[in-house]
């Protein structure tokens, strides 16, 4: 279950009762580790995750002002799809083995340059809740050809 406040400045995941999401947590956690590099840039800003209650996990970034690729006019899905990947090849500079688990469109959250430059459309990678660091080079390339199908 994602709750998502569109005012706030904090997004909150709350992940509970899925046996595979919950046994892929360290590996999460590990994620959001390794991504510092990434964090406000290619991946949304972590700022906490941990364990609530019996069962019941979270983890909470930054709020990424932008617009998931679900959402765009098809006229922007082109640049979107190039800033999706550049995003995707920077995490995967910074680790080698990222695969995302759950790449969608609304995974994806493009922010463009601002009114009064040319400048070309960035996106954020958002929910790494499924992610790993342990893809092999036959999973990551998957993952790319994946990011391309979507548009």
Not at 17 to 36: E, S, W
Not at 44 to 63: E, K, Q, S
């Amino acid at each position: 279950l994602n709750t998502i406040d569109t005012t706030a400045t904090a997004v909150v995941s709350y992940i509970a009762g899925c046996y595979t999401r919950v046994h892929n947590l360290p590996l999460c956690f590990a994620t959001i580790g390794a991504l510092q590099q990434c964090q406000g840039d290619a991946v949304a800003t972590f700022l906490d995750l941990g364990h609530l209650v019996a069962g019941i996990y979270y983890i909470a970034t930054a709020y990424v002002e932008g617009v998931p690729c679900s959402e765009l006019p098809s006229e922007l899905q082109e640049a979107a799809a190039t800033a999706a990947k550049t995003a995707l090849q920077r995490i995967c500079a910074v680790q080698p083995g990222f695969v995302h688990g759950d790449l969608r469109l609304p995974n994806i959250m493009v922010k463009h340059g601002s009114d009064d430059t040319a400048a070309a459309p960035t996106a954020v990678i958002i929910d790494l809740a499924a992610s790993r660091l342990n893809g092999t080079p036959a999973e990551v390339k998957a993952q790319f050809q994946q990011l391309k199908s979507l548009f």
